[in-house]
């Protein structure tokens, strides 16, 4: 499968597509207007990176006790509880004089359920697509990430002026209910991809299963720890500019759709393999020219081209699921996709709490510079061969 035509032609794809285009917008929306609201309220960079990207520290729960259930939940009914466990924690966060820790932790839930969820949906995603369709089929939901964060910061920086950030937030938990309506009318009832009850014991025993092999464990790696440093580079973007952090955040995600277009539809497969490293260095580098403190135009020209390396991860993910049996790539997939967005969430806490007794400049070129040195320390590990491929599963 190498066209897009062949890729939406495939049932199923486009409800899939759409809900989890839906579900990224609310995302968007919500983050900037959540980050916004408790920055205003506290003026504290640290604590604005945890309203933006403290959820993603809660997946590490879910990942560590809950992913058995990317496999074993039927994938649409999954993921309509999911939207509307997220509207409905998302027009909470609006309810006026809540306090922080309750903000705090309906974020955190929503972390928890987020990590099961991307789990459902990227294990649906390969059950959809036949195994030469994946990357295609993850690139352009990649691109649509893109696309929607360059919308949805755009607009989202219009709706908090417009709105408030309590508005804003409002206007993300209907789009939150319309993934949900899209996924529960739009997906086909399938089974679940494994059998079993969902349980901490089952999902410890997968986890120790895919962790087993040092191919794959370099893999995970690689598509954890430098792109969340790089984040940590991004969840300052509010403290570093507060009147133009859509725009950066619309540069690095227009940086990201670029990457992923290329990435996902003109690289050669035997280039696949060798460009994986090249762009994790692509998207860290640029951030150490924030020590010159750049003005505005030429920052979101550093953010920009930066983000093009965002498509080192969907490299990498195609190694991935090469290394996986079919039966586990609901929970490999929700592996790796929770084990990034928690790394995210702790390189924001890191990145604000350098911030807090520095600068928010000083804290991107040692967040950048702590990526660049992570990802030459995995050099030896990821330059196994094509052969690497087909590892065996334990």
């Not at 820790?101 to 974020?107: E, K, R």
């Not at 959809?128 to 755009?154: E, T």
């Not at 929770?338 to 924001?348: E, K, L, T, W």
Request: aromatic share 6%.
């Amino acid at each position: 499968m190498r066209t897009y035509r062949e890729l939406f032609r495939t049932p199923e794809y486009t409800p899939l597509f759409a809900a989890t285009s839906a579900h990224l917008a609310a995302m968007t929306v919500s983050g900037l207007a959540l980050g916004t609201l408790v920055f205003d309220r506290t003026g504290s960079p640290l604590l604005a990176a945890l309203g933006m990207f403290g959820g993603s520290l809660a997946q590490v729960v879910g990942a560590t006790a809950l992913m058995s259930a990317a496999d074993r939940l039927p994938p649409r009914a999954a993921l309509t509880a999911t939207g509307l466990v997220f509207a409905l924690g998302t027009a909470a966060l609006t309810l006026p004089g809540m306090p922080l820790w309750a903000l705090f932790a309906i974020v955190l839930g929503q972390g928890a359920v987020a990590a099961v969820g991307g789990g459902v949906r990227f294990g649906l995603l390969n059950e959809i697509l036949p195994r030469d369709g994946y990357l295609l089929g993850r690139s352009v939901l990649n691109m649509s990430n893109g696309a929607v964060q360059i919308l949805g910061f755009s607009l989202g920086a219009v709706l908090v002026s417009a709105l408030s950030a309590r508005g804003t937030l409002l206007v993300g938990a209907g789009l939150y209910l319309l993934a949900a309506v899209v996924s529960r009318c739009g997906l086909a009832a399938r089974p679940p991809r494994a059998a079993g009850r969902p349980s901490v014991a089952e999902t410890w025993r997968n986890n120790a299963l895919l962790w087993s092999v040092k191919p794959r464990r370099y893999v995970y790696l690689a598509l954890w720890v430098p792109n969340g440093l790089v984040v940590g580079c991004e969840s300052l973007f509010i403290p570093l500019e507060p009147d133009h952090a859509g725009l950066l955040f619309a540069a690095a995600a227009l940086g990201m759709l670029a990457g992923d277009v290329v990435g996902g539809r003109f690289v050669p497969g035997p280039w696949r393999h060798r460009l994986g490293l090249p762009m994790l260095l692509l998207l860290a580098g640029p951030y150490l020219l924030f020590v010159t403190d750049p003005a505005l135009p030429l920052a979101l020209i550093v953010v920009a081209v930066a983000s093009v390396g965002y498509s080192a991860s969907l490299l990498f993910q195609e190694r991935l699921m090469a290394m996986t049996p079919d039966e586990l790539s609901g929970q490999a997939l929700g592996l790796h996709a929770s084990g990034m967005v928690a790394m995210q969430g702790v390189c924001a806490s890191l990145a604000g709490g350098i911030a807090q007794v520095t600068s928010p400049t000083t804290a991107m070129v040692v967040m950048a510079g702590m990526s660049i040195t992570v990802t030459l320390s995995l050099t030896a590990g990821l330059r196994a061969g094509p052969g690497a491929a087909g590892v065996p599963v334990g």
